[in-house]
C-alpha cells in the first residue's frame, strides 16, 4: 500500500513538474543593453516592436538591473529566466546606421546573428524586429513550447495523436522567407499585401516547426510537402530580391503546396527597397488573386433528406471534369510593369525669368583705344526641357537616356556708351544635346554633350549710323560636363542641383573679325547652382545661380593691328526664378 503512494505521488510530482516547466522552456526574451550610438532608443524601439508581435519579454529596467550586477550569459539568463537574450552593437558611417545581432539561448551559447542597416534609426529598429521574428526562435504569447501541449503536459508523458489538416472554406497560404539584400523588408510587404483578403494567413514560425518535427528538409525540392499537407496549407510564397545597376527587383513565385510545381511568377521593380516594398504590396494580390482562387475548396451541395432518393439535375458546368493539377497549363512567367510612380521622372520643364549681368575686360590693352563693356543688369526668359522616353516604360537603364534642351533670351534693351550714344543689343543662347543620369536612391548623378550657340551682338546707333566700338560675340561649342541632382528631407522635397562644363569654341563671332582679331583663341566653362523645393502633383518651385566664362587669348596680327591687346575675359552671370514640372 505504502509503495503504491509513493508511486502516485511520485507521476502526479511529475506530471506537476511538466506542468510548472512547459513554459519556462517557452521562455521570455530579454533583450540586453546595446552598444553604440543611439543604442538605448533602438533598444526601446525593438522592445516596443517585439510586444506589439505578441512576443514575451522581460522588462527592459529588470534586464538593465540584472545585466549590471550578473557576469556571465547563462548566469543572467538564469536570473531573467529568459530562453533567449539578444544582444547589439550599433555603428554610424556616413549616413547609414548599422546593427550587429546575437542570439543566445539558456546556456549562454550564440544560436543566431545577422546584420542589417538603414538610414535612419527607425526603419532601423523596425528591420531589427523583423529579422528577429524570422529566426522562429521568438516566443509568442498563447504559443505552447515544442513537445508540449496547450495544458502544459510533455509529450513523453501523455502521447497525443496527430492533428488531422486543418480545414479551411479559403486558400490556406504561407509565405516563406525570402531571400536577398532587404528580403525581410520586402517579405514584410507582400504579407502587408495579403492582409485583409479571402485567404487563411500561416506563419512561416508554425510551418518551419511543423517541418522540423516531420523531420523534413525544406531545403530540398519536395521538402515542404509534408508540412503543407499536414497543415492544409495550397500554397507557398517564395521571393529573391536583387539590386542590380541601382535598381531593386524581385521575384515572387507560387509554389503548390503539394508538389514542387511553380504556379505562377511575378516581377516587380522600384529605384530605392522602400519603392520596391510599396509595390509588391501594392501588386502581390491583383498579380496572384487568380492562381490563388484556384486552391478554393469545391463547396459540396446539400440535399434534404427524403423517403425516395432525389437526384438533383446537374448543371452543364457540374458535369464538366474538374482540371487536376496535371491538366492545368504550365503558366508562363510573366514580368509586372512597374507603377508609374515608381519609376524615374520621363519628363522635366522648367520656366524662369532670368536677371543677367554681363563684364567684358580687356587685359594689355598696349593702345589704350578698347572700351570695356558691362551690363549690370539684364532680364529676360529661358525654358529647359529634358526628355527620357524609356522612362514611360521601364525604370531600367533604358530609362536614364535623355535628350536635353535649353533656350534663354534677353529682352531687348540699349546699351549705352559712355559718350551718351545708345546701341540696341541683342543676347540669348541655346543648346541642344544628350544627358545620361544614374538614379541612386536620393542622389541622380549625371552627364551631359551639347552643341550650343550663345550671342551678344550690338547694332548701331543714328543716323549717322556709328558702330558701337565693341565687338560683338557668337559662341559656337560643344560643350560636356557631369552634374548631380539630390533631395533632402523626409520626403525629399528639398533639391538641390549643381552642373559643371567645358566650352570648347568652335568660333567666336565679332571677336575674331578681321576688324577685330582673326588670330584669337579661347575656350570656355559653366556652372549652375540650383536649389528647388518639390510640390505636389509633381512640380517645383526654383532658383538657380549660373556663370559663364570665356577667356581668350587675342594674338594681335603684325604689322599695323586697328588693335593691340593681349587677352580678354568676358563673364556672365545668371539668377533664374521660376517652376518645373516632372513626371
Not at 29 to 34: E, R, S, T
Not at 58 to 64: A, D, G, S
Amino acid at each position: 500500500m505504502g509503495s503504491w503512494r509513493v508511486g502516485a505521488l511520485t507521476v502526479l510530482l511529475g506530471l506537476c513538474l511538466a506542468e510548472g516547466t512547459a513554459y519556462a522552456e517557452d521562455g521570455t526574451v530579454a533583450i540586453m543593453p546595446f552598444q553604440g550610438p543611439q543604442a538605448a532608443k533602438i533598444r526601446q524601439r525593438v522592445q516596443g516592436g517585439l510586444r506589439d508581435a505578441d512576443v514575451q519579454l522581460v522588462p527592459l529596467k529588470t534586464v538593465t538591473a540584472v545585466a549590471k550586477k550578473t557576469k556571465g550569459h547563462a548566469k543572467r539568463a538564469a536570473k531573467l529566466d529568459a530562453s533567449i537574450l539578444v544582444g547589439g552593437r550599433i555603428r554610424r558611417s556616413g549616413e547609414r546606421w548599422t546593427a550587429d545581432i546575437g542570439l543566445r539561448n539558456a546556456a549562454g551559447a550564440q544560436v543566431e546573428k545577422f546584420r542589417t542597416s538603414s538610414s535612419s534609426i527607425t526603419r532601423l529598429s523596425k528591420r531589427i524586429v523583423a529579422e528577429l521574428l524570422d529566426t522562429g526562435m521568438m516566443p509568442i504569447a498563447g504559443d505552447a513550447p515544442k513537445g508540449v501541449d496547450k495544458l502544459g503536459v510533455a509529450d513523453a508523458a501523455v502521447v497525443m495523436p496527430e492533428p488531422e489538416p486543418e480545414k479551411s472554406e479559403v486558400p490556406r497560404l504561407v509565405v516563406r522567407r525570402f531571400k536577398g539584400a532587404q528580403a525581410g523588408k520586402i517579405r514584410g510587404a507582400a504579407v502587408k499585401g495579403l492582409q485583409g483578403k479571402p485567404i487563411s494567413l500561416v506563419s512561416n514560425k508554425r510551418f518551419v516547426q511543423k517541418a522540423q518535427s516531420l523531420n523534413s528538409d525544406l531545403k530540398s525540392e519536395r521538402g515542404h510537402v509534408p508540412a503543407a499537407r499536414a497543415m492544409g496549407i495550397n500554397g507557398l510564397l517564395e521571393g529573391d530580391v536583387l539590386r542590380e545597376d541601382g535598381v531593386w527587383s524581385a521575384y515572387v513565385r507560387l509554389v503548390d503546396g503539394k508538389s514542387a510545381d511553380v504556379i505562377s511568377q511575378h516581377f516587380y521593380e522600384g529605384k530605392t527597397s522602400t519603392a520596391l516594398a510599396r509595390a509588391v504590396q501594392v501588386g502581390l494580390w491583383d498579380d496572384f488573386r487568380r492562381d490563388i482562387k484556384r486552391f478554393e475548396p469545391e463547396r459540396a451541395i446539400a440535399v434534404a433528406p427524403a423517403p425516395v432518393a432525389v437526384v438533383a439535375p446537374a448543371s452543364r458546368e457540374a458535369d464538366e471534369k474538374k482540371p487536376t493539377a496535371e491538366d492545368k497549363p504550365k503558366i508562363k512567367p510573366k514580368k509586372a510593369k512597374p507603377s508609374k510612380k515608381d519609376r524615374p521622372a520621363a519628363v522635366d520643364i522648367e520656366f524662369d525669368f532670368v536677371f543677367v549681368h554681363r563684364s567684358l575686360s580687356w587685359n594689355e590693352d598696349l593702345i589704350g583705344n578698347l572700351r570695356d563693356y558691362t551690363l549690370a543688369f539684364g532680364p529676360g526668359i529661358q525654358t529647359k526641357f529634358q526628355y527620357f522616353p524609356g522612362a514611360h516604360f521601364t525604370s531600367g537603364i533604358g530609362a536614364q537616356f535623355g535628350i536635353d534642351f535649353e533656350w534663354q533670351r534677353l529682352f531687348d534693351f540699349d546699351s549705352t556708351r559712355d559718350d551718351g550714344l545708345r546701341f540696341p543689343t541683342e543676347a540669348q543662347q541655346f543648346l541642344v544635346g544628350l544627358r545620361w543620369r544614374y538614379p541612386a536612391g536620393r542622389w541622380e548623378p549625371t552627364i551631359i554633350a551639347d552643341y550650343g550657340v550663345h550671342k551678344f551682338e550690338f547694332g548701331v546707333a543714328g543716323p549717322p549710323t556709328t558702330p558701337a566700338g565693341i565687338p560683338g560675340v557668337k559662341y559656337d561649342f560643344v560643350r560636356a560636363g557631369a552634374g548631380f541632382r539630390v533631395g533632402a528631407g523626409k520626403d525629399e522635397n528639398f533639391i538641390v542641383v549643381f552642373n559643371g562644363a567645358y566650352r570648347y569654341l568652335l568660333s567666336a563671332g565679332g571677336i575674331e573679325s578681321a576688324q577685330w582679331f582673326p588670330e584669337a583663341k579661347g575656350n570656355g566653362i559653366d556652372a549652375l547652382l540650383m536649389f528647388g523645393y518639390g510640390l505636389p502633383k509633381g512640380f517645383e518651385l526654383r532658383l538657380g545661380l549660373e556663370y559663364r566664362r570665356y577667356w581668350f587669348d587675342l594674338n594681335p596680327v603684325p604689322p599695323d593691328p586697328p588693335y593691340v591687346a593681349g587677352g580678354a575675359l568676358d563673364q556672365y552671370w545668371g539668377l533664374s526664378i521660376g517652376a518645373a514640372w516632372r513626371f
